[in-house]
C-alpha cells in the first residue's frame, strides 16, 4: 500500500518568512495529493492540492509542487502569519481506490511575531 | 450550518463498554468515511461507504462496526472498548468516492478509554 512521509515533524518561522513542508510517496499509481491544515481542536480542512498532470499550482500566499520521478511533492507558505499556525497534513490517493487518502505523519508551524 | 456533524464531542468510558459516535453530512454527498488520529496525530482511514455501501475496511478489529442507515448519515459502533481505542475519531464526507476528491471533516470525537 500508500506510504506518505513527511518533514519536518516540527517548524517554526518568524511572521514573513516562509515555510516549506516536504513529503514523498511510495506509490507510482497515486495521482492526488491534497494538503490539509488542522487547527487545534478542529477537523482538518482542505488547503490546497494537485493532480498529477500538474507540476505547480499555485492560490494566494500557498503553492505546492510535484515531482512525480522522484515521487515528491512540497507546500510553499510565503510571508507567512500567526494565523498560519497549525499542524498541516499531506496525503496521497489514486483514482479508483476509492478516495482512500494516505496521509503523512503532519507538521507542527509555528508562526513567531 | 455544520456542514458534517459528529456527537459526542467528548465521551470519556471505562474498559469493556460499548459506546456508539454519530456522524451526520447535509453536504448531499455520496462517501463517508471514518478516520482514527492517534496521540501523535498520525490520521489513517477506518472505513468508508459510498451510498450506504461499505467500499474501505481497513483491517480495524471487528469490535468496530460502522452502520449507514442512509447515505447522509454514517455512525461509528465500538464493543468492548479497550484502552488503545482511545483517540480522535473523525467523521468525513466527499462528492467523489472514486478518488481525487476533498474531503469535508466533522470536528472529531476525542475517546478516553480508562
Redesign the interface.
Known amino acids: 500500500g500508500e506510504n506518505v512521509e513527511q518533514h519536518p515533524s516540527t517548524l517554526s518561522v518568524q511572521e514573513g518568512d516562509s515555510a516549506v513542508i516536504k513529503c514523498t510517496y511510495s506509490d507510482s499509481a497515486s495521482?492526488?495529493f491534497?494538503w490539509?491544515k488542522?487547527e487545534l481542536?478542529?477537523?482538518?480542512?482542505?488547503i490546497i492540492?494537485i493532480?498529477s498532470n500538474v507540476g505547480e499550482k499555485k492560490d494566494q500566499r500557498i503553492a505546492v509542487t510535484l515531482n512525480k520521478t522522484a515521487k515528491h511533492f512540497s507546500l510553499h507558505i510565503t510571508e507567512t502569519q500567526p494565523e498560519d499556525s497549525a499542524?498541516y497534513?499531506c496525503a496521497a490517493?489514486?483514482?479508483?481506490?476509492?478516495?482512500?487518502?494516505?496521509?503523512g505523519?503532519?507538521t507542527q508551524l509555528k508562526v513567531e511575531l | 450550518d455544520t456542514a458534517v456533524s459528529q456527537t459526542p464531542k467528548y465521551l470519556v468510558t471505562q474498559m469493556g463498554n460499548d459506546k456508539s459516535i454519530k456522524c451526520e453530512q447535509n453536504l448531499g454527498h455520496d462517501t463517508m468515511y471514518w478516520y482514527k488520529q492517534d496521540s501523535k496525530k498520525f490520521l489513517k482511514i477506518m472505513f468508508s461507504y459510498n451510498n450506504k455501501e461499505l467500499i474501505i475496511n481497513e483491517t480495524v478489529p471487528n469490535r468496530f462496526s460502522p452502520k449507514s442507515p442512509d447515505k447522509a448519515h454514517l455512525n461509528l459502533h465500538i464493543n468492548s472498548l479497550e484502552l488503545g481505542d482511545s483517540a480522535v475519531y473523525f467523521c468525513a464526507s466527499s462528492h467523489d468516492g472514486l478518488g481525487g476528491g476533498e474531503l469535508f471533516f466533522g470536528e472529531g470525537s476525542r475517546l478516553t478509554v480508562l
Open positions: 495521482n492526488y491534497p490539509y488542522q481542536g478542529k477537523g482538518p480542512q482542505l492540492d493532480r499542524v497534513f490517493s489514486r483514482k479508483g481506490g476509492g478516495n482512500k487518502l494516505t496521509f505523519t503532519g
